[in-house]
């Protein structure tokens, strides 16, 4: 497909948060050949010519962590703390599931990701065969990591999985990773390690969700969670972590010396009452940061403005002070940060060259207007609303309510009607 969208505004986020206004951006196939002023309305080879009537086109969000196919447990089990939500509720019926279960709840997520102008995900769940069937049928970017522990995705089952995907549908690819120290016995981290140094390739695990995450591998090992994996080499090619939490001063050390990129997930962890990250203390040490919704089991939406928003707010109210974490900035993790963590170099702004994966934000709603300054409406005032329409690698996959993922969105609904109603 070709595509020409004229008479937009354009935020790049090649550099600034400035908008170009009364732009122009062309894709041909699957990259963007040109983004300026108007100048190709007379070239006869476009497959589709939009008005984007001065509406904003801007790169999509990356949600950098998330797990897709637990959909079904939307407000299935909530109200629990972390350690109860995990072994009471989740755990048991994900026992249950079977890679079709999967592969239809993760289309569930998709629909959701679109209409929230997501156009990646970092993704961790139990059958990534069928993840990234998903994505592939549907069309979404996707970035899938190891959620290896004792009791699933073995070490040899990882490595297999790393050289498949990473040489399939361009669509989709794999990194290494881990669920948890709690949930791996050393030898097994041990393990992973040798894997990341064969490959030279970096490691994801949740890290210093709760504070009794910490206390308890200070209790086994003498060591917080990340001082842990370091002194396994888990962290020597990079990497990063979800939640980061509860971050020590050495922590904080490691992560800034090893390169690592911390996934904020301030939803979840509100929801789960796991804490507040120290987003300001991580911003001044230099540490490089990314948004991530969580699973839509303990968030439980996959809204990007929700999380932008909190990411902001909950640091101003922990600091008590309404001039930190700049929205800007908060704009910026969730778009270049979260492509930067997923090693998604050609999705990180909008620049010739660089894949055509573009979100169009209704600027003609009551709550983007006035025009004041676009970039901060987005996170103080934006929703999903505003979302007119999702392009990934040079194809609209949701435009003003309709989806295009090959699939009838009413079938998905019913499969995963029917998998939560057998699994209530």
């Keep these: 497909m070709n595509t020409r969208f004229y008479n937009a505004r354009i935020l790049t986020m090649d550099g600034g948060m400035d908008i170009m206004e009364e732009g122009e951006l062309c894709v041909c196939g ?3 050949s040109y983004i300026g002023k108007e100048e190709n309305k007379d070239k006869t080879d476009w497959d589709r010519q939009i008005d984007v009537k001065g509406n904003l086109l801007m790169p999509g969000f990356k949600d950098a962590h998330t797990h897709s196919g637990m959909t079904f447990l939307r407000s299935m089990a909530d109200d629990l703390p972390l350690d109860r939500w995990l072994n009471e509720q989740i755990f048991p019926r994900e026992a249950k599931l079977s890679s079709q279960d999967i592969k239809m709840c993760t289309k569930l997520a998709i629909l959701e990701y679109l209409s929230s102008g997501i156009t990646a995900v970092f993704d961790m769940y ?13 069309g979404m970017r996707c970035v899938q990591v190891g959620g290896m522990n004792n009791f699933s995705q073995s070490l040899d089952e990882q490595e297999e999985r790393y050289l498949k995907f990473n040489s399939g549908n361009p669509l989709t690819s794999y990194m290494l990773g881990y669920h948890a120290e709690y949930t791996c016995s050393k030898e097994l981290l041990e393990g992973l390690s040798k894997l990341s140094h064969k ?27 990340t001082q842990f994996a370091d002194s396994l080499g888990l962290f020597d090619h990079g990497g990063g972590g979800y939640h980061c939490v509860y971050l020590s001063d050495d922590d904080i050390r490691i992560f800034k010396e090893r390169g690592l990129y911390i996934v904020l997930n301030p939803g979840s962890n509100t929801k789960l009452a796991s804490g507040i990250a120290d987003i300001r203390k991580y911003m ?15 968030n439980n939406c996959l809204d990007m403005f929700r999380e932008m928003f909190l990411v ?32 998604l170099k050609d999705c990180d702004c909008l620049k010739e060259g660089k894949k055509a994966d573009i979100i169009m934000i209704d600027l003609d709603t009551p709550n983007m207007q006035p025009l004041n300054n676009i970039s901060k409406n987005i996170v103080y005032s934006g929703s999903k609303m505003n ?8 194809n609209i996959r949701y435009e003003d309510g309709i989806y295009d993922i090959g699939q009838d969105p009413r079938e998905i609904y ?3 009607n029917d998998l939560a109603e057998r699994l209530r």
């Design 387 to 394: 979302v007119k329409m999702t392009m990934i690698d040079g």
């Design 199 to 225: 490959y030279n390739a970096p490691v994801y695990a949740h890290n210093s969700e709760t504070e009794s995450e910490v206390k308890g591998c200070i209790e086994r090992h003498g060591m917080t969670p």
């Design 414 to 416: 019913k499969y995963v």
């Design 30 to 32: 699957n990259t963007i």
């Design 126 to 138: 139990l059958t990534p065969e069928s993840i990234d069937e998903a994505c592939i049928e549907s």
């Design 284 to 298: 001044d040490a230099g540490l490089k940061l990314a948004i991530g919704t969580d699973g839509p089991a303990s």
């Design 312 to 343: 902001t707010g909950l640091s101003k109210l922990k600091e008590k002070d309404a001039s930190v974490v700049d929205a800007d900035e908060v704009l910026a993790m969730a778009v270049k940060g979260g492509a930067q963590a997923m090693g």
